[in-house]
């Protein structure tokens, strides 16, 4: 069998599958059972909450270091120390050779944490050290876990993803260096699987390193990302797949806190999931959907409880034609939406970059944008949670404080999207959304349509966002249902 026959599945764990006995034994089976189809790359989150205490030690020991700040330190590194021993205690039997080992590791590597609290005492806050630090929970839980799987008979190899992954200096939200990565992982993994005859490999999810060699992380979640890579990385060499194991089925077309209409989608190109992931819906860490497309990557995101489930999403490149233009309906219940108003816009070009410009060097998240072609006002929408602070930078901005510029922020505003590729050669969807809406008294704030044609964006009030959902969900959906009934 040549290598591009093989197959190799890379599968991701995050921290809910590590969390007791139960859930790691389960991880276990799924584990096994793919390595009877062939290699199998296990990507693994730190231990449920370790990456916050993490974050929560840097923070403490960014603090003047007073004697209960110290404390604080203290407390945090014990129980980032207990969670691991007692995962170690639970599973891997006491004296054998990976239970000594794990130990080491662990003694090892929460020494090195002390120090580097220490470290950052003296030399005040730095970015890079932060995400040294938080790259500590995945390196733990990831060796662990490799030991448990070789103890119990499994021939696994542990590999620290700074090894495999090169990224820019972005500390914090690295980005991956596709290419260089792709060389890279291509000169290691592929070669260690046919040599040593190894068909399990456990690798770090969550960071990569710089070309100096400093650690970076990839953002929030980011072992989704770790996962992608790793798959486009090795997609030439193996016959590749990439399955997310989640606490939910998969994707879902609309919120179930607002309707109880939402399903599961057995099926969703990457530029749709994509819309998905950008309104609301977090099932994944959105850029690991550019990736996966990118490689043309066969993705599975499946329930971790209910591995053999035929309810799972799979994600593909080709987008499904069915009867279904739309394909989901979703929604951000809680945004606040901001009105710039000025007769004296039309004239002055640059006002949207320096209103961008002020939003962006401020973190503010914008989630979409609107203007009147008569140039006299835009209309933007950002989290509820941002507006006092965007109302405090726009009206004490040199620019926009001025008294020739209105400032109107709606706090009681919800944006719904509507998502399907067949949209792109269908008119009248536009019409038919806004006929619906009309019909049931809803009104319509502002709308919003990116000229990839695949989401039209709807601001409405509030009060209406459940109402809305579940009657657009009857007319592009559920259409058939209501027509059979
Ligand atoms: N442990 C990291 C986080 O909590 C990465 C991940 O879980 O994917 O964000
Ligand atoms: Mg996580």
New binding site residues.
């Given amino acids: 069998m040549t290598e591009v026959d093989q197959q190799l599945n890379i599968m991701k764990f ?2 809910s599958c590590l969390t007791d006995a139960a859930s790691f034994s389960q991880t276990t089976e799924i584990i096994k059972n793919y390595l009877k189809r062939g290699n199998v790359v296990v990507v693994t ?2 231990f449920q909450g ?2 916050d205490k993490l974050i929560h030690f840097y923070e403490e020991s960014c603090s003047d270091g007073n004697k209960t700040e110290n404390q604080i330190c203290e407390d945090i590194i014990d129980e980032i120390y207990t969670k691991h021993s007692d995962f170690i205690e639970g599973n891997l039997e006491k004296g054998t050779t990976e239970y000594k080992a794990s130990f080491t590791f662990l003694d090892e590597n929460i020494n090195d944490l002390k120090q580097l609290g220490r470290v950052v005492r003296l030399l005040r806050p730095s970015l890079d050290i932060q995400d040294l630090i938080m790259s500590y ?2 390196k733990l839980s990831t060796y662990i876990v490799s030991q448990y799987l070789k103890a119990i008979g499994l021939n696994s190899k542990f590999i620290s993803s700074d090894e495999l992954i090169l990224t820019d200096d972005n500390f914090g939200r690295a980005l991956p260096l596709l290419e260089e990565t792709r060389k890279k992982i291509k000169k290691i993994i592929p070669p260690l699987i046919e040599s040593e005859k190894l068909k399990l490999i456990c690798v770090t ?2 960071y990569g390193s710089t070309k100096d060699k400093k650690i970076t992380t990839l953002g ?5 990302l770790t996962a992608a890579i790793l798959a486009y990385s090795l997609n030439e060499s193996f016959n590749t797949k990439v399955i997310y194991w989640k606490d939910v089925q998969g994707f879902l077309n609309a919120d179930p806190r607002i309707t109880e209409k939402a399903s599961l989608l057995n099926q969703i190109s990457y530029i749709e999931a994509k819309e998905l992931a950008f309104f609301g819906s977090k099932v994944l860490h959105p850029l690991c959907l550019d990736v996966n497309e990118k490689g043309n990557i066969p993705s599975e995101i499946r329930p971790f409880n209910d591995p053999n489930s035929e309810n799972y999403t799979r994600i593909t490149k080709e987008v499904i034609e069915d009867d279904k233009i739309i394909k989901a309906v979703t929604s951000i219940m809680r945004l606040s939406m901001v009105t710039i108003e000025s007769g004296t816009m039309v004239s002055l070009p640059g006002t949207a970059a320096k209103l961008f410009n002020i939003l962006g060097e401020n973190n503010i998240n914008i989630k979409f944008i609107s203007q009147s072609s008569s140039e006299n006002n835009i209309t933007f929408g950002i989290d509820l949670k941002d507006s006092m602070k965007v109302s405090f930078l726009l009206r004490n901005s040199d620019w926009f404080g001025k008294q020739w510029f209105s400032i109107k922020i709606d706090n009681e505003i919800s944006l719904i999207s509507v998502i399907g590729a067949g949209m792109l050669h269908t008119p009248g969807i536009a019409g038919k959304i806004f006929t619906t809406l009309g019909d049931n008294d809803i009104n319509v704030r502002a709308i919003s349509q990116g000229s990839s044609e695949l989401n039209i964006t709807i601001i409405i009030q509030r009060k209406d966002c459940e109402k809305a959902v579940n009657v657009l969900f009857d007319a592009f959906i559920n259409e058939n249902k209501n027509s059979n009934t």
């Fill in positions: 995050g921290g989150s730190a370790i990456t929970g995945e999810g969550f929030r979640g980011g072992t989704d």
